[in-house]
């Protein structure tokens, strides 16, 4: 599917999620047999691992629609890039969304600086990063600051999802959520 087509079923089905209008989420596994043998999601999501920020009804999607990858953060280390990139080479999607969200944990704790340990310290390193280089050191900006610097790891330390992107078969896009009103914003 082009991105464009993929873009704006996630932006339909996200108001369908504020509008309190799911029509893909409840049908549950009703008709999903065809899964059995395999997927074929319209777009690759890289997002949050908190639980204010379900992937798949936040943008009422059907079973095998998605392709996630969840971390603390939205950040895009080694593991998120290599699983970007068998999203779009192995499954051929053309979409990929770093999606960021509102009061973000991770990057509050990114804010504050607490070493907690040598693992989360890996997973934080991106944010600490955006956080000691940005003037403005609002959770919002560095939330948002952060969806664009997932997207250039995602260029730069992958030959595979740069030469996609430069080719036009693949975009990457930001996008932000907001808790309190369910609102997806394409940054
Ligand atoms: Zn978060």
Redesign the pocket.
Known sequence: MKASEAIKLLKEGNLRFVNHKLENLTKGIIDCDHLVHGQNPFAAIVG???SR?PTEMIFDTRLGDLFIIRN???VANRTQIASVEYAVLKLNLELIVVL??QN????QAAVEYEYVSENMDYMLRQLRALVHETEDKSIENITKLNAFKSIENLMQKSKIIKTKVEEGNVVIVPAYYEISTGQVYFL
């Open positions: 949050c691992s908190d920020v603390g953060g939205s960021v969200h973000c944990g991770a990057v």
